[in-house]
């Protein structure tokens, strides 16, 4: 076998995610905040900050980050990070369809089936969703299919290295990222009774001690800030998808949602049948138990608990995006992501195993059909929510703004409308902004986020704030009660206005 030939699409994948960045270098607003903890860990000597985030976070906290993600990106120098950014979930991506195909060749043998299998994978819209801006989701994914995949290898194989592959990537789990290490817990506990084994619920608590022991302590930190993330949305859930000054499309007629808030408001009404549109390939797993069913063809043991995982994820995700009361803790399209690599595995392999059928034509053009149609929709995704995107991303006037920012001397003390741009604002300026440093101060933020409870003289009173950094395509100065009179700086849209 050609060595380079397990390579070629990732490369594709890397292509095909990273690109729009070309066009959108500044997008997302989650990247601003990985980039602040980066430069925290780098300022720190490449190590975990112990110090109280003062300064230019008026709620001041303690970093309590998982630390492998900034750690890693703090050995990049600041200005090259910031413009190479947009490439680092598209690059961990690319890892996991590397894994994708050595795994189909261990379970198979069939290079064909590898080769379709990272296809499939490279074509899962949401995965090319997620991956649009840098965030440590694909890292976490990565190390979520290496704990878990060895996993339920070793329960039919019974080679102890999956084990300990197992373990040892679960303790990246909780060192990498909070979303998968919940997943994990999730699925550990399903299998756990499903397989009637201890060994994934070990592989979790070996996984969490080490990660506690490894840390001296600091994980039990980004513990509690997870569990303050989740409460803070407990107690805020009714407002997760207003508009931050006009409340919610309800109580509002004048509010028109932007395009990821109709798409979040689709996945919720129109679930689980929406899932299918952002992962079609999870219906590979039902067609896999009618074949077991029906005697169709021969299905592994292991293939069909690749299927039960799959279903998990699904009946778990729908329940979440319907059921509210499970709502705080993840967005439920999210936990299909969790089953994309046995989706994809399970549907190369199915596709082969159709060819041998009558229906070997109708096979080729159903499967082309929907290779074409995904990509389609991940290109019109791209166009529409990343190329074309304003409203999460650094625009000309921001920077202008923030160049003015920064010319001014003195003390500065910002409140940003919306509240998505503080830690953008944080980042690109040297003044102080209204945003929490760590996820307990979020309770403390929620005056002004996801509702502004306070008018701003309040808060200005309270937190002696000085200035808004107002977007007005987003809320007037009439809404928040500012006069124009007040405008110090304005480039396009974007103000900076005197409270």
């Not at 001690?209 to 600091?218: E, H, I, K, S």
Request: positive net charge; contains cysteine; glycine residues 6%.
């Amino acid at each position: 076998m050609i060595w380079f030939v397990p390579f070629i699409i990732p490369l594709a994948s890397f292509v095909l995610q990273a690109y729009p960045r070309l066009f959108n270098r500044f997008f997302g607003v989650d990247v601003w905040t990985r980039l602040i903890e980066t430069r925290h860990v780098r300022d720190a000597g490449h190590r975990i900050p112990r110090k109280k985030l003062e300064g230019q976070f008026i709620i001041d906290g303690y970093f309590d980050y998982p630390p492998v993600f900034p750690f890693l990106l703090s050995f990049i120098p600041t200005e090259k990070l910031k413009h190479l950014q947009g490439f680092i979930a598209p690059l961990f991506d690319a890892l996991q369809i590397i894994l994708i195909y050595y795994a189909a060749i261990y379970l198979i043998g069939d290079v064909r089936v590898a080769l379709l299998a990272q296809a499939i994978y490279m074509l899962t819209p949401m995965i090319a969703i997620e991956n649009s801006y840098m965030t440590p989701r694909s890292l976490g994914y990565l190390n979520f299919t290496l704990a878990v995949l060895p996993l339920v290898i070793f329960y039919y194989v019974h080679n102890p290295w999956f084990y300990v592959a197992g373990v040892i990537f679960s303790v990246f789990i909780f060192l990498t990222h909070r979303f998968a290490m919940q997943a994990f817990l999730f699925i550990s506990i399903f299998f756990t009774f499903y397989l009637n084994t201890p060994i994934f619920i070990q592989a979790y608590l070996i996984g969490f001690t080490l990660a506690v022991l490894l840390t001296r302590g600091y994980y039990l930190r980004v513990l509690k800030g997870h569990l303050s993330n989740i409460y803070f949305w407990v107690c805020n859930l009714d407002y997760r998808w207003a508009h931050q000054i006009r409340g919610l499309p309800k109580e509002n007629k004048k509010i028109e949602q932007d395009w990821v808030g109709k798409v979040n408001t689709f996945m919720a009404v129109f679930s689980p049948i929406a899932l299918f549109g952002l992962n079609p390939w999870a219906l590979s797993s039902f067609a896999t138990l009618a074949a077991l069913y029906f005697g169709w063809f021969p299905v592994s043991s292991m293939f069909v608990t690749f299927a039960v995982w799959i279903i998990f994820f699904y009946v778990f995700g729908s329940s979440v995006l319907k059921i509210k009361q499970l709502m705080p803790i993840g967005e439920g399209q999210r936990y299909m992501e969790m089953a994309t690599v046995p989706a994809s595995i399970l549907s190369a392999s199915l596709f082969f195993e159709l060819l041998d059928t009558p229906y070997k034509n109708w096979v080729i053009a159903g499967l082309i059909l929907v290779l074409a149609g995904n990509l389609g929709l991940i290109l019109f995704i791209q166009m529409k929510g990343i190329i074309n995107d304003r409203n999460r991303s650094i625009t000309d006037d921001m920077w202008n703004v923030f160049d003015y920012i920064n010319s001014v001397k003195g003390n500065m003390r910002i409140i940003c409308v919306p509240h998505q741009n503080t830690t953008m604002t944080v980042y690109c300026t040297n003044k102080a902004v209204f945003v929490n440093a760590d996820n307990p101060g979020l309770m403390r933020i929620q005056e002004v986020y996801p509702i502004l409870r306070l008018s701003l003289e309040e808060l200005k009173m309270k937190y002696n704030l000085t200035h808004a950094l107002v977007k007005e395509s987003f809320a007037t100065l009439s809404e928040l009660k500012l006069s124009k009179k007040n405008i110090e700086y304005q480039s396009g849209d974007v103000m900076v206005v005197k409270i």
